[in-house]
């Protein structure tokens, strides 16, 4: 069974430029989340999704970042402007139902120069 | 303060020996519990699930949840080198279910 992916791996930006960020969740799964992780700390959560529903979204920088699941499947994962603060690790994962194991992709390291 | 707590570490053991990796967490109504292992550079990657009290063995991974005292723990018996990571806890809080982590803790596993 394929697993999360994400795309791309590695993305440099300059302040200020847009930039997206794409997830396949494992198929099946209905829920999927993006969570942002700075190094040496946790993940964060920035949104979850119930099929194509957008819930517990209220970390998600709404001014700069969005968000889209269309048809309840892949996802994106937008910021723009980026500003350098956005420099991190931004995750996806999916999980069967909101209290089953979460299964995360490779992760996209976003660096903001 | 929040919600998950974990001691960053590193925690450091030689290889053979067991590893005791703890986590405490702060709703009362939390319901699930996991365990990550990160490898530096990579993506959690999800190790032992947890829903009720008392101990859950999976190879060499022991969990053990405790709600009443609001903690959980790792267990990792033989350690070998190739646990050296940072390992994850994540809690399901409360109402809302959303899947809450620590910061984590580092463990090395010298030979």
């Known amino acids: 069974e394929a697993g999360v992916v994400q795309s791309p791996r590695y993305k440099i930006i300059e302040k200020k430029q847009p930039v997206a960020f794409w997830c396949n969740p494992i198929?099946?799964?209905?829920?999927l989340y993006w969570y942002l992780q700075n190094l040496g700390q946790g993940p964060e959560l920035l949104i979850r999704?119930?099929?194509?529903?957008?819930?517990?979204d209220s970390q998600l920088p709404k001014d700069r970042f969005s968000a889209e699941r269309l048809k309840g499947v892949d996802s994106t994962l937008k910021i723009q402007p980026a500003e350098l603060g956005d420099s991190a690790v931004y995750l996806c994962?999916?999980?069967?139902?909101?209290?089953?194991?979460?299964?995360f992709g490779q992760g996209t390291r976003l660096t903001v120069v | 303060q929040k919600e998950v707590e974990q001691n960053s570490g590193p925690l450091s053991v030689p290889e053979g020996a067991i590893a005791s990796l703890n986590c405490t967490y702060s709703?009362?109504?939390?319901?699930?519990f996991f365990w990550y292992r990160q490898y530096s550079g990579k993506s959690p990657e999800l190790i032992m699930s947890i829903y009720s009290n008392g101990d859950k063995e999976d190879g060499r991974f022991t969990a053990q949840l405790n709600k009443a005292s609001q903690y959980v723990s790792l267990l990792i018996r033989d350690s070998q080198p190739s646990d050296s990571a940072t390992y994850l806890c994540a809690v399901n809080t409360g109402g809302s279910y959303i899947p809450t982590f620590g910061r984590g803790t580092s463990l090395i596993v010298h030979p």
């Open positions: 994962a999916s999980s069967v139902t909101v209290t089953t194991e979460a299964f």
């Open positions: 999704y119930e099929n194509e529903e957008a819930v517990d």
């Open positions: 709703d009362r109504g939390s319901q699930s």
């Open positions: 198929s099946g799964h209905n829920t």
